[in-house]
């Protein structure tokens, strides 16, 4: 089913068997892109929201002298643009960061959905605050975290999401992006961010090679991150 992921990242409030079968149901199509592919452009108006099915997806907003701030990096299960549906429109651009699939919802279908379940509307309202709660985290650690620190926390975040997902083991996960894409998501220069990967590397505390993450202790990687995984709201 397109919405398992989905569901299983976002499982409260519980839906009944309807639920499931019309949220599915609201889906219209499937779409592949391509590594580096622009999924949706800032600014373009927006008739539909965007499911992640397989891959990794950024968001971003690129400044006038080229630069790139990286606001979010989604997994599989996660909507990308929600947030698309009232405002018909994003102030930023997401495209994939490997090759991807994701599938479409009409904004039609989901006004029809939350207008049919105060359950749905509830549960993909509280989708969209989670989104807000990991953005407002990585605000903190682009603000006020040490430049280790901030990629200890991100590793600390994405080993947690994609264990929910079975897509770690709570010490190796695949994660196909790129220094220059850390960097950038950490509000780093590349060169300071792979100064900042050596130095955990040599801590024993976390590896990032080849596009794979090793967590040799869980715990003390998450002690140096400081890292509390309650902004995730995983109960």
Partial sequence: MIIDLFLRTHHKPVLDAAERDALEAAFVRT???????????????????????????????DLPDGRRQILAIHVPGDFVDLHSYPLKKLEHSVAALTAIRVAFVPHEAVRALTKTSATLTELLWRSTLIDAAINREWIV??????????????????????????????????FPVTQIDLADATGLTAVHANRMLRQLREDGLVEFRGGEVFIPDADALRRFAGFDPGYLFID
């Avoid at 800032?42 to 891959?55: H, N």
């Avoid at 994405?158 to 929910?164: I, K």
């Fill in 141 to 174: 650690s682009v603000g006020a975290r040490g430049a280790a620190v901030r990629l200890a926390h991100l590793f600390c975040e994405m080993n947690v999401r994609l264990q929910r997902i079975g897509l770690s083991d709570g010490k190796r996960f695949v």
């Fill in 31 to 61: 779409q592949d892109f391509t590594a580096k592919q622009i999924v949706v452009r800032e600014q373009v108006p927006l008739t539909q929201c965007t499911l992640l099915l397989d891959g990794f997806v950024e968001r971003y907003k």
